[in-house]
């Protein structure tokens, strides 16, 4: 069987220039996070199958990476499978996300950490989803998570803290879109939606900047839903605006629908990160964000990035998933970047990583004598312990692309070495 050389499909090699602005994103992470105190964990990349298929996940548990039992389990479960009972034969799979395992981690060690707890996790997770622009089925998220803090005090930290970083490694101009899923579900029920609709009728307002007003409109009709109902809720966006008023309107307007402190912590959450900021973007009320995963229990947050046309990271409260492991509730917020998209941003911008020093390549003749060799290693030994990055290559017949490839590399400065100027 022939060898194939390119990677599996969804997964990408990844090469020198992008991994240096990785690495220097991933330094930038630990650094702002560290500073508002954020402690760094792990866990691992498999988890429970039980776990992963909780209806916690939402359309993320179609796309997991199942792992077949082993050995004896696998010979004694193929009997009993069935096209409708695959998971018989399956007891793990990849992680899609790093919020589940996360709370199983914290169900598991709470007694061991501190209250509240600020979490910082960074690992690769895998979603058998079609790839395109900014998707992969591996790809590195990075999260930071505050468990059992009750307040919004939580999620004004976790968007302060991003959009911190963000500032850091040059982005600005981007939009923080918030809202609430408890403003959501007052909306639908204000509408006459029936509480078994919810989820589907959300699925669709969340085509909104897709499809428009009207778009979302012939969809809910196309559904089987009331027009009376489906033209109530959408006079609601119509009259809507992005600022802290379009907080108060819908809160005037829900009334009773609506859950008693949800429009005042968002307006709190939006002026405390406005006031507080320091990075270049704006923060906006979305009624129609609303976020895929079924986990979310309260404010929800993206980050949009005109020149990604999309969303590069996002997160929410999520209360009732870790009660999910111990059987009582606790509270919880997380916010996950996109690292890959971020990446991917960076390297179109051709950036350049600040304050990395000048490299310099030793370019030595083919055939240097071995004395004069250990010359040249050591004078680079010396420049190495002061912090310089020095490469040292057999000069190629062709140096001049040598010296191109190089200087792709980032290596700015050269030194030529010849047998007979030694």
């Not at 330094?27 to 964990?41: A, L």
């Not at 004694?76 to 409708?84: D, F, L, Q, V, Y």
């Not at 420049?383 to 190089?406: C, S, Y």
């Amino acid at each position: 069987m022939a060898m194939k050389k390119k990677p599996v499909t969804g997964m990408k090699d990844i090469l020198p220039r992008e991994m240096e602005i990785r690495d220097y994103v991933i330094s930038q992470i630990k650094e702002t996070y560290k500073t508002f105190g954020f402690s760094s964990m792990e866990t691992p990349c498999v988890e429970h199958i039980e776990n992963l298929s909780s209806n916690q996940g939402g359309e993320n548990e179609k796309l997991i990476f199942k792992i077949l039992k082993r050995g004896d389990k696998l010979s004694a479960a193929i009997p009993k499978a069935t096209e409708e009972d695959a998971n018989v034969l399956v007891d793990g799979g990849l992680r899609y996300d790093l919020t589940l395992p996360l709370s199983r981690y914290y169900a598991n060690n709470a007694n061991e950490l501190p209250s509240p707890f600020k979490a910082l996790q960074m690992g690769n997770v895998w979603r058998a989803d079609r790839p395109q622009r900014g998707r992969y089925r591996q790809f590195m998220q990075c999260d930071i998570d505050i468990l059992g803090e009750p307040t919004i005090l939580a999620e004004i930290e976790l968007i302060t803290a991003t959009t911190t970083l963000l500032g850091k490694i040059g982005f600005e101009k981007f939009t923080i879109r918030l809202n609430n899923r408890k403003m959501l579900k007052a909306m639908a029920a204000y509408s006459g939606f029936g509480e078994e609709d919810y989820d589907s009728v959300f699925i669709t307002l969340d085509k909104m900047d897709k499809i428009g007003l009207d778009g979302v409109k012939e969809e809910l009709l196309e559904q089987g839903y009331a027009a009376e109902s489906v033209e109530k809720c959408l006079s609601l966006f119509e009259n809507v605006s992005q600022d802290t008023a379009g907080v108060r309107y819908l809160k005037e307007t829900l009334g009773d629908f609506l859950e008693a402190g949800v429009a005042e912590d968002l307006e709190t959450i939006m002026t405390s990160v406005d006031a507080t900021k320091s990075a270049d973007f704006k923060i906006i009320f979305d009624p129609t964000l609303v976020r895929g995963m079924g986990y979310y229990t309260g404010p929800i947050f993206e980050i949009s990035m005109d020149e990604f046309g999309g969303s590069v990271g996002g997160g929410g409260r999520y209360d009732e998933m870790i009660g999910k492991f111990t059987g009582q509730n606790t509270p919880a917020c997380g916010f996950s970047i996109g690292f890959e998209r971020i990446v991917m941003l960076l390297l179109e911008k051709d950036y350049q990583v600040p304050g990395k020093g000048e490299k310099t390549a030793y370019l030595v003749e083919k055939n240097m004598p071995q004395d004069k060799m250990l010359t040249i290693l050591q004078q680079a030994n010396e420049k190495r312990k002061n912090g310089e990055q020095i490469n040292i290559a057999i000069m190629k017949k062709n140096k001049k692309f040598q010296k191109e490839q190089l200087e792709k590399e980032g290596y700015t400065a050269f030194e030529e070495f010849f047998t007979d100027r030694m």
